[in-house]
């Protein structure tokens, strides 16, 4: 290479032509009604193509403890929003319609029995999210219960072929969820006490809605275990067929970092492994998080391509979408 200084400046790293990081992205898991136009715009400069938004965000729920009502306002909410916001913005704006259990919901069975009817519009590719959660805001909801209510929207993406988002309990690893709680708006004044071993919660609920996939007779293909940490790792990757989704926009509530992403792309292959952002407005949160995740990733070496399996390929076959 041709010198023209005429000081030292000595040797860059590699002589390695950087490529353009030009990899796009589909967020399977984010809770858009609660960002900003400014949060929206950063997914078109940041390669975003198409995000979900969880209809049923119970943060805002205006009324605790929460009705079948205020589920049902939310969900047309997220339908009626997903509209605004895809003709002002570059991705396409998809909705995830269900029962969360992340409050107890009184009269949940009048969701149920109409949720079927809300996965034949267009814009709805997912129920979820849903999934046996160990806390609760406000209403506590018993195991027994939570297990009806999730088996049934099983058995209700088995009947319309929908895929379904299993949300996991928090990771409360290494002490930083008691260290960064303060920077989630509804944190911990109003959780119920455990219902599961604060230790072994996560194993343990992903257990029983294995169990529950099973019962429903819905294909593993058709599910995507969320808000994964490595803890639940080797359960899902090594003894289903489910997809694994890992949430980067709170690395301090999920117990992970993008070392550990790439570790398990690594070890188990692209196939299976997607990211989400599950980026909440309650929360403290990056609108880049997806991009910065996919340069982490990049820097630690993992394959252009498999990052394009997990963050593109495969949001994009588990949904459906531009097939
Ligand atoms: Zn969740």
Partial sequence: ?????????????????????????????QHTQSLTWNDREAFDLSGGQATVMIAAGYYWAPYR?????????????????????????????????????????????ELLAVLPDYCEDDRVVAIGETGIEST????RWGLDDQRT????????????GLPVLVH??????????????????EANESFTEPLLDP???????????????????????????????PEIVPL??????????????????????PADVAEVIEEYGA??????????????????????????LCRLGVDREEIRTVVYENPRRVLGLGD
């Fill in 149 to 160: 209510v999730v088996g049934e929207q099983f058995h209700i993406a088995r009947e319309t």
């Fill in 236 to 257: 899902v990757l090594e003894t289903t067929d489910c997809y694994l989704s890992f949430s980067v926009s709170a690395p301090w509530l999920r117990g992970f970092d």
């Fill in 1 to 29: 290479m041709r010198r023209i200084t005429n000081r030292p400046i000595g040797d860059a790293p590699s002589d390695d032509a950087p490529e353009p990081l030009d990899v796009p992205w589909i967020d399977v898991h």
């Fill in 199 to 229: 230790e072994t919660a996560k194993t343990d609920a992903v257990e029983i809605d294995l169990e529950l996939v099973d019962e429903a007779g819905l294909r593993d293909e058709r599910v995507v275990i969320d808000h994964a940490s």
């Fill in 65 to 109: 403890p929460v009705s079948a009502d205020d589920v049902r306002f939310l969900w047309d909410d997220a339908l009626r929003r997903a509209a605004c916001f895809d003709h002002r913005h570059f991705y396409d704006q998809y909705v995830a319609v269900g029962v969360h259990t992340w409050a107890g919901v009184e009269g949940s069975e």
């Fill in 168 to 185: 996991t309990p928090g990771s409360s690893k290494g002490g930083l969820l008691a260290q960064y709680s303060h920077s989630y708006e």
């Fill in 136 to 139: 609760h805001h406000t209403s």
């Fill in 271 to 296: 196939d299976r492994i997607m990211l989400d952002t599950d980026l909440i407005g309650a929360m403290q949160h990056d609108a880049f998080a997806m991009k910065r995740t996919i340069m982490d």
